[in-house]
Structures are given as structure tokens and as C-alpha cells.
């Protein structure tokens, strides 16, 4: 079975700092990776995913992520992070045909200014 | 566009007590559908998934129980809460894509459940 590990439980990072949250996953066979933000008290939403073709993934809110086989991971980055990326950041791994989804237990994020 | 919905929003019941939780989705057809449970610290737990009517998938033993009575409707319910049950619950969507892509899952705002 597919799992995912985000070694980080929480990061502080200064107002337009660069920000990279780590994830790394294990699987067999190439995954579908995901990752979400959630802000207090909402629901998830998707920053970005990769499927497959090229390993550097654009996403919404300025945020782009790389698939690095060889390390089996899925960094989040983001050049220069502003005082509303304040949340919980979420790495997801899927299975090609499988339903489900495994989800990381999150990074949650603090901007200081 | 989709959109889905989740209520109530927030929710205070006694232990022992029974619970339904409300989740449905528009503007999609036969979604998968998922609920998941958020406890601090701990990242998503999922709970029942289903692909269809009437087809519910457990994954967690526990006092809950899901079921899917119409195509974009997913209840989540429980004949008598315990302390343990507290917390965030997310419902959520998705849709097997083709030509082998992976899916995304479309979260709902989530309900707040404190059992006391």
C-alpha cells in the first residue's frame, strides 16, 4: 500500500522568505502526488498535481512542486511567501484506477512578519 | 461548475446520541464520494468511500455507519455518539478521469462535531 510522510509538523518562515515543505512517499510504481492547502476550520483545496510528463508542477497561489523519483519525493515550494499562506499544507499519493487517496498529517504553516 | 455542500456546519451533541451528517454534490454525476475524519495532529483519516448507489466501502471499524441514497447524496450517521467521535469531518468528491490520470478529490467546508 501507498503511503506518505511529511516530516515536518510545523514551520515558521518570515514574510517574503522562500518556503519548501517536504513530502515523500512510497510506492511501487510512479503515484499520482496531490497537494492541499487548508486554512482553520475550512475544507481542502488543491495547490497542484502531478500525473506524469514533466516533473516540475505548476500550481495556484504562486506555488510549484518537483516529483524527484530517485528520492521519492514531492517538495512544495514557493519563491516568497506572503502573510495569507498561513495554513496547514497537505501532501496527497494516489494510485492509477484506485478510488483512494493517502494523505500526509499535514505541515502547518506560520508567517512571521 | 461543482460545487458541494456539507451541514450543518458546526455541531454540540451528547453522548450517546445519534448523529447524521448531510454531504451532497452538484453539477456532477456519479462522483466518487468520500468521508474523512480530521483530528489534530493526525492528517485525514478516511472513513467510507463510495462509487455508486448503494455501494459503500468501510475502511475504519467504529460506531459509524454511510450511506449513499441518490447519486450526489452521502450521509454519514451514527446510532449512539461516544466521546471518541469528535471532531472535523470532511465529505468529498471525485471522478476517475481518462486516459490513466489520477483525480483529485473536491473537499467540501467540513462540520465540526464536539460530542460532550
Redesign the interface.
Known amino acids: 500500500a501507498q503511503s506518505v510522510t511529511q516530516p515536518d509538523?510545523h514551520i515558521t518562515v518570515s514574510e517574503g522568505a522562500s518556503l519548501e515543505l517536504r513530502c515523500n512517499y512510497s510506492y511501487g510504481a510512479t503515484p499520482?502526488l496531490?497537494w492541499?492547502v487548508q486554512s482553520p476550520?475550512?475544507?481542502?483545496?488543491?495547490l497542484l498535481?502531478y500525473?506524469?510528463g514533466d516533473t516540475l508542477v505548476q500550481g495556484i497561489k504562486g506555488f510549484e512542486a518537483e516529483f524527484k523519483r530517485s528520492q521519492s519525493s514531492f517538495n512544495l515550494r514557493k519563491p516568497s511567501v506572503h502573510w495569507s499562506d498561513a495554513a496547514e499544507y497537505?501532501c496527497a499519493v494516489?494510485?492509477?484506477?484506485y478510488?483512494?487517496?493517502t494523505?500526509?498529517?499535514?505541515t502547518k504553516l506560520q508567517v512571521i512578519p | 461548475s461543482q460545487t458541494i455542500h456539507q451541514w450543518p456546519a458546526t455541531l454540540v451533541q451528547p453522548v450517546g446520541s445519534p448523529l447524521s451528517l448531510e454531504c451532497t454534490v452538484e453539477g456532477t454525476s456519479n462522483p466518487?464520494l468520500y468521508w474523512y475524519r480530521q483530528a489534530a495532529?493526525?492528517?485525514?483519516q478516511?472513513l467510507f468511500?463510495s462509487?455508486g448507489i448503494g455501494q459503500i466501502s468501510s475502511?475504519v471499524p467504529q460506531n459509524l455507519s454511510a450511506s449513499r441514497p441518490q447519486d450526489r447524496q452521502f450521509i454519514l450517521s451514527s446510532k449512539k455518539l461516544l466521546l471518541s467521535d469528535s471532531g472535523?469531518y470532511?465529505c468529498?468528491w471525485?471522478v476517475?478521469g481518462t486516459s490513466?490520470?489520477?483525480?483529485?478529490?473536491?473537499?467540501?467546508?467540513?462540520t465540526?462535531l464536539t460530542v460532550l
Open positions: 509538523i499520482y496531490f492541499y476550520g475550512q475544507g481542502l483545496q488543491l498535481k500525473f506524469s497537505f494516489g494510485v492509477r484506477g478510488q483512494k487517496v494523505f500526509g498529517t499535514g | 466518487n495532529g493526525r492528517g485525514l478516511l468511500y462509487v475502511e472535523f470532511l468529498a471525485s476517475l490513466g490520470r489520477g483525480d483529485e478529490q473536491f473537499f467540501g467546508p467540513g465540526r
